[in-house]
């Protein structure tokens, strides 16, 4: 699908009495959304926000954050959505690398107080920016192992080609629904957004619902495996057609007993650069996350995941510039180790992961696939401790469901993981490491499990 317009206004002048998005129960046409947007950036440019302007957006998932988006990409700003559990002392150092003109807190309790804020605001219609898939539209805060996040940008023409890949594989029609079950301010829910607006399909936006009530009616969406584990057990009715799975391994009983329900689930590997998605496939319990979707290329260089994509960010954003991605090759460097086997790509983790035991290398990704799969394991970090016989030994930390004992858990991996790979020691992950970050910092555990918090 190539646009001469912005999505919804195409959307609207093909199919304008079609549903769009669905908030709660209340449904919105395309004609509506159109009309809706249109009036949100004329209220957005009475307040000074130009082309090119940096737009910060604080808040989680709704209906007012989605329709902000698509406003402010109207008015031609650069978005850069926030974490509102980012803290203040991390704003404050990061922000003014980034040229954020205004802010727009949705929900939250004003931190930013040092840019201008925007009000979610109806205006009287104006002349809009017109649509030019090339221009930069997003800026997304991506974790790295040391250091500030580095804010990634994206043209829409960029989002629009990360949609399209995925789209490729798993089918998404016109009279299908994805729920926005991601947070915007992480690239897998703007994944979500671009693939509605390429298909001109309805979205689902339902706030502080449980997970089964938020997906009624939903066909799509996008959840880890912990959590369609417990739609399937917990007997609700569904209408999932198919479900694109992350965050940890997934085992063949879930997408067999998925498969019985008539759920198809894929599976696959992407990063913030990338605009998500890079490879992937229908989960089947083996290793490898899949081929290249189209218009990627992925090659292994010395163990390092190399790749060239039509949804490679354009750089980095830094006071005014934007940093190239790209090596002197011409490809983005990923930093992951892989193999590729009949062009089919296995990930092993970070480079910046591995650490060795007594001459045995670990790495740490390895090691937390496996325990991911007890069925009372949510989530697990492995992080080595620092052992003077031994150089390191791997402790895993755990979040888990109540009445998991993590006494138990040496006897399970016993006969599933090599002796140096097993944890000496098992701990549960602290609430606080969940509060404020991009993601969970391995760093800030390995400081902890260490004694060397500050």
């Keep these: 699908m190539i646009f001469s317009t912005w999505p919804w206004r195409h959307w609207a002048?093909?199919?304008?009495?079609?549903?769009?998005?669905?908030?709660?129960?209340?449904?919105?046409?395309?004609?509506?959304?159109?009309e809706r947007v249109d009036a949100l950036a004329a209220g957005f440019t009475q307040q000074g926000v130009r082309e090119g302007s940096g737009v910060?957006?604080?808040?989680?998932?709704?209906?007012?954050?989605?329709?902000?988006?698509?406003?402010?990409?109207?008015?031609?700003a650069r978005i850069l959505p926030l974490n509102p559990q980012l803290p203040a002392t991390l704003l404050n150092e990061l922000l003014p690398t980034l040229d954020i003109d205004y802010a727009l807190e949705m929900g939250c309790e004003a931190q930013l107080l040092s840019i201008p804020a925007l009000t979610l605001t109806p205006g009287k219609p104006a002349m809009s920016v017109d649509w030019q898939p090339q221009h930069i539209v997003s800026m997304t805060l991506t974790s790295g192992s040391t250091g500030l996040p580095k804010a990634a940008v994206h043209s829409a023409q960029a989002h629009l080609a990360s949609a399209q890949g995925v789209l490729a594989i798993i089918p998404f029609h016109p009279e299908d629904s994805w729920l926005l079950s991601l947070p915007l301010f992480h690239v897998s829910g703007q994944g979500i957004l671009w693939r509605w607006l390429l298909a001109g399909a309805q979205l689902v936006v339902r706030e502080s619902q449980p997970l089964h009530q938020a997906l009624r009616g939903c066909t799509h969406?996008?959840?880890?495996?912990?959590?369609?584990?417990?739609?399937?057990?917990?007997?609700?009715?569904?209408?999932?057609?198919?479900?694109?799975?992350?965050?940890?391994?997934?085992?063949?009983?879930?997408?067999?007993?998925?498969?019985?329900?008539g759920i198809a689930c894929w599976c696959g590997?992407?990063?913030?650069?990338?605009?998500?998605?890079?490879?992937?496939?229908?989960a089947d319990g083996k290793p490898d996350v899949g081929a290249a979707l189209p218009e990627r290329e992925v090659k292994i260089v010395e163990g390092e995941v190399w790749i060239r994509a039509a949804s490679?960010?354009?750089?980095?954003?830094?006071?005014?510039?934007?940093?190239?991605?790209?090596?002197?090759?011409?490809?983005?460097?990923?930093?992951?180790?892989?193999?590729?086997?009949?062009?089919?790509?296995t990930v092993l983790g970070r480079i910046d992961n591995l650490f060795f035991s007594a001459g045995e290398g670990i790495q740490p990704e390895e090691v937390e696939r496996v325990i991911a799969t007890h069925p009372q394991v949510s989530q697990v970090f492995v992080v080595p401790l620092a052992d003077r016989e031994f150089g390191h030994r791997?402790?895993?930390?755990?979040?888990?469901?109540?009445?998991?004992?993590?006494?138990?858990?040496?006897?399970?991996?016993?006969?599933?993981?090599?002796?140096?790979?097993?944890?000496?020691?098992?701990l549960t992950?602290?609430?606080?490491?969940?509060?404020?970050?991009?993601?969970?910092?391995?760093r800030a555990l390995q400081q902890w499990v260490n004694g060397e918090e500050a």
Aim: aromatic share 6%; net charge positive; proline share 4%.
């Design 221 to 261: 969406a996008s959840l880890v495996p912990t959590q369609l584990w417990r739609l399937l057990n917990d007997g609700h009715p569904l209408s999932l057609k198919a479900v694109l799975l992350g965050g940890a391994a997934i085992p063949v009983a879930l997408t067999d007993s998925a498969s019985q329900r």
């Design 312 to 345: 490679l960010a354009s750089g980095y954003w830094q006071n005014g510039a934007v940093i190239p991605l790209l090596n002197q090759h011409g490809w983005f460097a990923t930093r992951d180790r892989g193999e590729l086997h009949d062009g089919r790509l």
């Design 56 to 76: 910060a957006i604080r808040g989680r998932n709704s209906a007012h954050v989605m329709l902000a988006w698509l406003a402010l990409m109207q008015c031609g």
């Design 269 to 282: 590997y992407g990063l913030t650069e990338t605009a998500s998605t890079v490879c992937a496939k229908r």
């Design 429 to 442: 992950l602290p609430p606080r490491f969940k509060n404020g970050g991009i993601k969970i910092s391995r």
């Design 13 to 34: 002048q093909c199919r304008g009495d079609a549903t769009a998005l669905i908030v709660d129960d209340q449904t919105l046409n395309w004609r509506q959304l159109g």
């Design 394 to 426: 791997p402790v895993a930390i755990i979040e888990g469901e109540a009445g998991l004992a993590l006494s138990s858990l040496d006897a399970w991996v016993s006969d599933k993981l090599a002796r140096f790979q097993q944890p000496v020691r098992w």
